[in-house]
């Protein structure tokens, strides 16, 4: 069980533009959708973490896709697969040969993208190693305001994004982890991102 680090993001700028940002945040299952802001390789929902190791005997395999150029669709081929063999990523309802497939996936990942699981690339890419939840959103005619918890820390990746590609509003975002004892804000307008120092925190938010 994690400590939920309570967030709140406001982005202000003119209504029509809120509008547009919602609607490009919103998924079918969420208000604000990390995925929608940094997307998470396919590959990565058919990977448990920690990652399988390679069956002895198939370490050459697993050496090869060290060397895959970017851009090489092994990725593809091996989640064809596991599609096809309906799998879970529960690792005791694998069989052998998807258990194969799934350490060849990881290891194809970690070649293309770095990372071998899921975990490892969430907390690189989007500061924390879940996405968004509990989350809330209000629009006014000059802001939108999200209240969500995130696992352990605040999505500062997420937020640096969202700054960047979109220059025209401006960001605040406060995190509080009373559970930790620390709060923290981050400011972004104009493309820019300034991450204040975490702060003395030892409320009842978070934790």
């Known amino acids: 069980m994690p400590n939920w680090v309570v967030n709140a993001l406001y982005i202000y700028g003119p209504a029509a533009r809120l509008a547009q940002v919602r609607e490009t945040l919103e998924a079918q299952d969420s208000l604000l959708d990390f995925n929608k802001v940094i997307p998470m390789p396919r590959g990565y929902n058919y990977v448990v973490s920690p990652a399988p190791s390679t069956p002895n005997g ?11 150029p970017s851009g090489v669709d092994v990725e593809a081929h091996l989640i064809e697969f596991l599609e096809a063999e ?85 960001f605040v975002a406060k995190a509080w982890d009373g559970g930790a004892g620390w709060k923290r804000v981050v400011h972004g307008a104009k493309g820019e991102t300034v991450v204040g ?4 925190y030892h409320g009842k938010r978070g934790g």
């Open 58 to 68: 198939e370490a050459p395999y697993n050496q090869s896709l060290k060397t895959i």
């Open 86 to 170: 309906k799998v879970d990523c529960d690792p005791p309802s694998l069989s052998q040969k998807a258990r194969t497939y799934v350490s060849y996936l990881s290891a194809c990942l970690r070649a293309l993208y770095g990372y071998p699981s899921w975990y490892e690339w969430c907390c690189e890419n989007w500061g924390t190693k879940w996405g968004a939840n509990r989350v809330k959103c209000v629009q006014t005619k000059s802001s939108l305001q999200y209240r969500f918890d995130t696992a352990w820390s605040q999505p500062i990746p997420v937020i640096k994004h969202l700054v960047t590609t979109h220059p025209d509003l401006k």
């Open 197 to 200: 120092a975490s702060a003395s």
